[in-house]
């Protein structure tokens, strides 16, 4: 099954996102800002990203542009609120697949992660 790495600094977010991928038969793999992402993404290859925008450390979208540095392959979907348009230009500038926006809708996650894991 698919291993899809989690990065949010709420954990409620963290919590519930984990909860929906488990239900489906995910394997969950968790970091709670862009720089532990980057860490745990070397460490467990994970086969798609969710990942927060606004993180403490590391945003999420330097934490893209590192990951998909060493691995342009990297399938990352970008976790976004309402009025963060301009950063989801520019997470897709730097290779963001897709975008969800916060608070989710879950068959709009799933929908997303389907898409991108092909
Ligand atoms: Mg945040």
Do not use: W
Not at 29 to 34: I, L
Not at 57 to 86: C, Y
Not at 96 to 105: G, I, L
């Amino acid at each position: 099954m698919a291993k899809i790495m989690v990065v949010d600094d709420a954990k409620f977010m963290r919590v519930r996102l984990s909860k929906l991928l488990t239900g489906h038969g995910f394997d969950v793999v968790e970091a709670e800002n862009g720089e532990e992402a980057v860490y745990v993404y070397k460490a467990e290859h994970p086969d798609a990203v969710l990942m927060d925008i606004t993180m403490p450390q590391k945003t999420g979208i330097e934490a893209l542009a590192e990951i998909r540095g060493f691995d342009p392959q990297a399938k990352v979907i970008m976790l976004t609120a309402l009025g963060q348009e301009s950063m989801v230009v520019q997470a897709v500038q730097a290779g963001a697949r897709d975008y969800v926006v916060k608070p989710f809708d879950p068959d709009r996650v799933m929908l997303a992660l389907k898409k991108v894991l092909g």
